[in-house]
């Protein structure tokens, strides 16, 4: 055993890819760009990978800090380095930055060939299963033929889901934490009032707002705002802000009065500025869609039967975006189909956000798991 | 690692190839000997996070379910066995998890300390709570809730219709066949509907 420690100064990398990509949703990308980044070493064997899919706000940059930005830390860095739970003595880690991104791969940002214009609203859409025929690309090219793991926490659990049912040959393990089979009626709601809130904003021009020279940070702003709201659950929230007051007693207008409100703003404005909203709405539409089951009638034990993969099935009991109940379907689908899973619920107060945070006991479950994969 | 002299007799109720559910599996101890000796498809159930983590070092499938709860979820009928090895009585809904266990299995097996078991009897006829190799806790910090004897299990059984195929009852590891719910402390029952 060492100290868990940072992997250190990383280094993002670009690869082309001059062939066409036919999504699910009839569009085609003549050629893109996926940025990653990769930790560790690939053993000889190239047995030892593991890709780490990113969810709703993520990218690539997964472990460590940059060089020229050592603030700039991955957003999953609790999780992997050398003596962490995805030990990247033992693994090799990938993190890619999905199509229709906004961290460097190619997205509506980026311009469109035909036209030598940004994309905007005509980039098109991208599902959860075209994200990882990319990937799959990503990893022919890296000579990686099948993954020790593939793990992700939310939307990036749907995409492990989704590795397993097309590629069940190039995975040995699934680890989907905080993760669903489809989405609720509820979390297209949400979804969808966040939506709204940039397709009504003035500044988004029917997304074509680079042109215009604006940025829909409005309605961007709204979108994070609730996005946020169903990230935590109501006890941490209760905990963090209560109902304290900034100024000790009522002032009676609009500014920020309560706590929560700070944090909420605070949360909007940093994301409106980083964040593309294109890339945003896109990105829901992937989550909404997502459904494998839709195609054996609503079945998910039919829907997986293809999936060979080993899974480890971690979730929260304050998720209440992603609740308990749609894992235990997921491990109840595989153990339909007598596959080997694993189920954890971890007791944990943050709500869906508890993936991103380093519950001991959560790790030590990741921990155990990790050690105990065969490279 | 903890071996048991209950995990044989367990085994030998167990077909080769079997789909086993373990509940309240602790670190999968059970589970991974009837893989062993068995060749079993086994999962446990288990409710406490570090027995989860015991069970993933151990390499044995784990679903992490509060038993009180019941066994939503697992289908009717799809395992072979479905075993409960010394824990029935730390369980509040003792009739409602036996039922669950016939649901999901085509047999159940079920092994408790015997409280009727003469050392405890002597215990109580001394003015105490029995503490012993078979009931080890302080009754003020036992995990148990439930407190009966071999015939007792009987009379449940027979209320509920619920059909014992077979009862083996111990003492030390050795098989006691005269007066079991006296001179054992232990006893293994394989169910049936």
């Known amino acids: ?375 | 690692m903890s071996y048991r002299y209950d995990f044989d007799v367990i085994a030998q109720w167990i077909a080769p190839g079997e789909k086993v559910l373990d509940l309240a599996c602790g670190d999968g101890s059970l589970l991974k000997h009837l893989m062993a000796v068995r060749q079993v498809q086994g999962y446990g159930v288990e409710n406490n996070v570090d027995n989860v983590v015991a069970c993933i070092d151990n390499g044995i499938n784990v679903i992490q379910v509060d038993l009180e709860k019941g066994l939503a979820g697992f289908e009717d009928g799809f395992f072979d066995h479905v075993i409960m090895s010394l824990s029935l009585q730390a369980i509040h809904n003792t009739q409602g998890i036996l039922a669950e266990m016939l649901r999901v299995g085509r047999e159940a097996v079920v092994s408790f300390p015997n409280f009727g078991f003469w050392r405890h009897r002597q215990s109580i006829l001394n003015g105490r709570m029995p503490v012993s190799e078979s009931l080890p806790h302080q009754w003020f910090n036992t995990p148990n809730v439930r407190f009966f004897t071999i015939a007792d299990f009987d009379a449940l059984c027979e209320i509920n219709g619920i059909a014992i195929r077979e009862r083996l009852a111990f003492d030390e590891g050795k098989l006691v066949i005269e007066e079991p719910n006296f001179l054992a402390s232990v006893a293994v029952y394989r169910l049936g509907r």
């Open chain 1, 1 to 375: 055993m060492i100290r868990p420690q940072s992997i250190g100064a990383v280094t993002p990398q670009t690869e082309h890819f001059g062939e066409a990509l036919n999504l699910r949703s009839g569009g085609v990308l003549p050629e893109y760009d996926l940025v990653y980044e990769t930790y560790g070493a690939l053993n000889a064997s190239a047995t030892n990978a593991v890709l780490v899919c990113h969810a709703l706000s993520g990218t690539h940059h997964v472990a460590g800090y940059y060089e020229d930005d050592p603030g700039n830390v991955g957003w999953w860095d609790n999780l992997i380095g050398p003596g962490k739970p995805l030990d990247t003595r033992k693994f090799f880690v990938i993190g890619v930055n999905n199509l229709g991104g906004c961290a460097g791969s190619t997205g509506p940002r980026s311009l469109n060939p035909a036209t030598g214009k940004h994309w905007g609203a005509d980039f098109p859409f991208v599902t959860v299963e075209d994200w990882v025929t990319a990937q799959a690309r990503l990893a022919d090219r890296l000579g990686i033929h099948r993954f020790a793991a593939i793990v992700g926490g939310s939307l990036g659990g749907m995409q492990a889901i989704s590795w397993s049912l097309q590629y069940p040959e190039r995975v040995a393990n699934v680890v989907a934490i905080a993760s669903t089979p489809r989405l609720s009626a509820q979390n297209i709601a949400f979804n969808e009032v966040a939506r709204q809130a940039i397709l009504s904003d003035p500044d988004f021009h029917g997304g074509h707002y680079y042109e215009h020279g604006t940025i829909p940070t409005r309605g961007l702003r709204l979108a994070r705002m609730i996005g946020h709201i169903t990230y935590l659950s109501d006890d941490s929230l209760a905990e963090k802000f209560g109902r304290n007051l900034r100024h000790g007693r009522p002032m009676y207008n609009f500014d920020i009065e309560f706590e929560i409100e700070s944090y909420l703003r605070y949360q909007g404005d940093k994301f409106s500025q980083q964040f593309d909203a294109n890339t945003y709405l896109l990105t829901t539409k992937a989550l909404d869609y997502f459904d494998p089951a839709f195609e054996h009638g609503g079945h998910l034990p039919a829907a997986l039967a293809r999936s060979t993969a080993d899974f480890l099935v971690v979730s929260f009991t304050t998720d209440w975006r992603f609740a308990p109940e749609r894992s235990r379907e997921i491990v109840y689908a595989l153990l339909h189909n007598q596959r080997n899973v694993s189920y954890a619920e971890i007791d944990c107060a943050a709500g869906h956000d508890s993936f991103l945070l380093d519950d001991p006991r959560y790790h030590g479950v990741l921990r155990s798991y990790f050690d105990r994969m065969k490279v």
